[in-house]
């Protein structure tokens, strides 16, 4: 079975809007509710979990009530860092083979890109979603002078959803866990998995900041 750890254990300090930024309503929903509803309804999730953190786990838990997300089986409080929060998370969906790792504030995902990257996990063990950088990419110093202008064509900007074989992924944080940790990739690449890239879409973003919410509700008017 697989299961789905989504993480909402994120305060939204940068939105400066005094409400968790899960909750943050885009359009008709709030944020959390576009990734739930697609886990929810697709085929090869078993079960959710929701990571929360200790002020909004009521009321995280009382949208999962209120729109009757039926495969979601708990809300578990997060940690200090995300890093233990996903490690909560496993620990919580502990009768899985599989697990798929999403950030609540990545709201546009879509069935295809879920089941692309579950098949691509089970075929090599580890795949994550991921997009071409549009831009250019340099490399400087502390002193901001250009060293090396990386090629275009070999970077990925990394997305979540992010599927890893169970088991792997845990021993991964048991290992290589203790620092601080934005991508569960890194830590699979670390351990030695061989991680499949599989395209995500520019739709895919992930809210921050208060432009990142004009371009949600523009986004969401086009694709919900």
Request: hydrophobic share 45%; charged share 30%; no cysteine.
């Amino acid at each position: 079975m697989l299961s789905a750890i989504v993480v909402a254990a994120g305060k939204g300090r940068r939105l400066k809007l005094g409400v968790s930024k899960p909750l943050v309503r885009i359009g008709k929903f709030p944020v959390l509710y576009y990734s739930l509803d697609v886990l929810d309804r697709h085929p090869d999730v078993g079960a959710i979990v929701v990571v929360a953190n200790k002020e909004n786990r009521r009321q995280v838990a009382l949208l999962v009530e209120k729109y009757s997300f039926r495969k979601v089986k708990e809300v578990v409080l997060g940690g200090k860092h995300r890093q233990d929060s996903v490690y909560r998370g496993l620990q919580a969906s502990s009768g899985s083979d599989w697990v798929l790792i999403h950030d609540a504030a990545r709201p546009f995902i879509d069935r295809g890109m879920v089941g692309a990257v579950v098949r691509a996990a089970k075929k090599s063990g580890a795949a994550i979603t991921a997009v071409k950088p549009k831009a250019t990419i340099k490399v400087s110093g502390k002193d901001n002078i250009v060293r090396e202008t990386l090629k275009r064509d070999e970077l990925w900007e990394v997305q979540t959803p992010q599927v890893f074989r169970r088991a792997a992924l845990e021993e991964a944080y048991l290992k290589h866990g203790n620092g601080r940790v934005t991508d569960d990739a890194s830590l699979a690449e670390k351990l030695g998995l061989k991680v499949k890239v599989v395209p995500g879409s520019y739709d895919n973003i992930k809210i921050t900041t208060g432009e990142d919410l004009l371009l949600a509700a523009l986004i969401v008017k086009r694709v919900k």
